[in-house]
């Protein structure tokens, strides 16, 4: 069965959920690996704040990009993934459902699609062809006041 992104809950919305059903837990997470390239992140979740041994826990792993979310928040990113993974392994994942790599990044293309044609709408909005010294420049135009789009 294929992934449905609208079954997907957030790693926001699954720890409001524990949060609420074991308001004494506990969340820890560990550095495992901080390599040049990569981060790996441990979560661990307690029932309790008590609770000497974890009831679940969840391994994360992030490359560090040239661009995107990992490019300045692969630690961060590596971390709420490693709190996600820990927090499904506790059950709290919609109907049960764990989507893989390849699902969530089926699901992305369209979204990525969309961006691509709104900057290609946007473009031709906030740049303007303009004469300097007799050759053809471009000029951004961002600001909110002569430009709506910003």
Do not use: H
Not at 69 to 94: D, P, Q
Not at 109 to 128: D, N, S
């Amino acid at each position: 069965m294929a992934f449905n992104l609208e079954d997907y809950e957030t790693v926001e919305e699954r720890l409001a959920k524990f949060w609420k059903d074991y308001p004494d837990g506990r969340i820890e997470t560990e550095l495992i690996e901080a390599a040049k390239d990569r981060f790996i992140v441990m979560a661990r979740i307690y029932r309790t704040e008590a609770d000497a041994r974890y009831w679940s826990s969840g391994l994360a792993f992030e490359n560090i990009t040239d661009k995107g979310v990992n490019a300045t928040n692969a630690l961060e990113n590596c971390e709420t993934s490693a709190i996600g993974r820990a927090l499904a392994n506790a059950g709290y994942a919609a109907k049960g459902k764990r989507p893989s790599r390849e699902e969530m990044s089926k699901t992305t293309k369209p979204i990525q699609k969309q961006i691509i044609l709104t900057i290609l709408f946007l473009l031709p909005k906030c740049f303007k062809f303009v004469n300097v010294n007799g050759k053809r420049k471009i000029k951004l135009d961002i600001n909110p006041k002569r430009n709506p789009w910003f």
